[in-house]
C-alpha cells in the first residue's frame, strides 16, 4: 500500500509536470509577435505597400528639388501619415489589430498650376478606394521648419495635406515663369501676344499653356501638341501665312 501511494504521488508530479510545460507553451506562443497582416511592425513599410504606377521625374521650382529624397511624418488620432515630396504619400493605422490598414493615398504625377503659380502638388493613383483611387492634394505654406502641419479628407478618398516650410516664402518662390527655359518662357510671350492680338480665344490661350507646362514637366501629358505659329518680322507674305495658321489654330482649340 504504502508503495503504491508512491507511485501515485510518481503519477501526480508527472502530471502537473505535462500541465506546467504546456502552460508554458501556450505562454510562449501569446508573446510572440503577430506577424500577421499589413501593419506587422517587424516587416519594412516599403515592401507591405504596392504602388500601382511609377512616380513622376522631380519637377518645379529649382529649390524645392531639395525636398527629392525626404519623407515628414504626422499621427492624428490612430493614423500615421508620411509626405515624401515627389515620390508618395502613405496612411498607417497605429494598432496591434492583425488586420490594421496601412496604404498609399497617392503617387507623385503634376502640380496644380492657376494664375502663373504653383498652387499644389497632386498625387494621384494611390489604393483603391471602391471603384476610384486616392488621390492626395499637397499645399505649400510657409514656415520656419519644414513639416508636415495637418492632413483632411475632405471628400471621400480625397486628402488634403498641408506642408510647411521655408522654401515657399518669398513672393515669387512658386511663381511658374521663372522655371521654364528660354525656349518655353519664349512660347509664352508668344501666346500672350497672340490673345492680346485677338489672334486665339482665352480657350485656345489655356490649352497653349497646358501644352508648355506639359513640355516643362509640370503637369502630366495629354497629348496634345499643337505649336503656336511662329511670328516673324512684318511682311505681307509672313503676315498672311500667320494669319491663316492662327485661324486654324482657332479652329482647332475652340473645338476642344
Not at 507591405?48 to 524645392?64: K, M
Not at 508618395?88 to 494598432?95: A, D, L
Request: glycine residues 6%; charged residues 20%; aromatic residues 14%.
Amino acid at each position: 500500500f504504502r508503495y503504491s501511494l508512491l507511485g501515485f504521488g510518481y503519477f501526480l508530479s508527472w502530471k502537473a509536470r505535462r500541465i506546467n510545460h504546456g502552460f508554458a507553451g501556450k505562454m510562449k506562443i501569446v508573446e510572440e509577435p503577430n506577424t500577421f497582416g499589413l501593419n506587422n511592425p517587424f516587416l519594412a513599410q516599403g515592401s507591405r505597400l504596392q504602388p500601382r504606377v511609377i512616380s513622376y521625374p522631380v519637377s518645379g521650382p529649382a529649390h524645392l528639388h531639395r525636398l527629392a529624397g525626404k519623407c515628414f511624418s504626422l499621427t492624428e488620432s490612430t493614423y500615421k501619415y508620411e509626405f515624401c515630396p515627389f515620390h508618395n504619400v502613405t496612411q498607417h493605422e497605429q494598432s496591434f489589430r492583425w488586420n490594421a490598414y496601412s496604404g498609399i493615398l497617392g503617387i507623385w504625377q503634376e502640380w496644380e498650376i492657376v494664375n502663373n503659380t504653383f498652387t499644389g502638388m497632386w498625387m494621384r493613383d494611390g489604393d483603391a478606394c471602391g471603384t476610384k483611387s486616392r488621390e492626395t492634394k499637397v499645399i505649400f505654406v510657409c514656415s520656419a521648419n519644414s513639416k508636415l502641419a495637418q492632413v483632411s479628407e475632405p471628400s471621400t478618398c480625397i486628402y488634403s495635406l498641408t506642408f510647411e516650410t521655408p522654401l515657399v516664402c518669398h513672393p515669387h518662390s512658386l511663381l511658374v515663369y521663372p522655371t521654364l527655359s528660354e525656349r518655353l518662357q519664349k512660347e509664352w510671350d508668344e501666346a500672350e501676344q497672340a490673345r492680346y492680338d485677338g489672334y486665339i480665344t482665352e480657350q485656345g490661350y489655356n490649352n497653349l499653356l497646358r501644352d508648355i507646362f506639359e513640355d516643362a514637366g509640370f503637369l502630366k501629358s495629354q497629348k496634345v501638341k499643337i505649336k503656336l505659329p511662329e511670328v516673324a518680322a512684318a511682311s505681307t507674305d509672313t503676315h498672311n501665312s500667320l494669319q491663316k495658321c492662327t485661324e486654324v489654330c482657332i479652329f482647332l482649340y475652340s473645338s476642344k
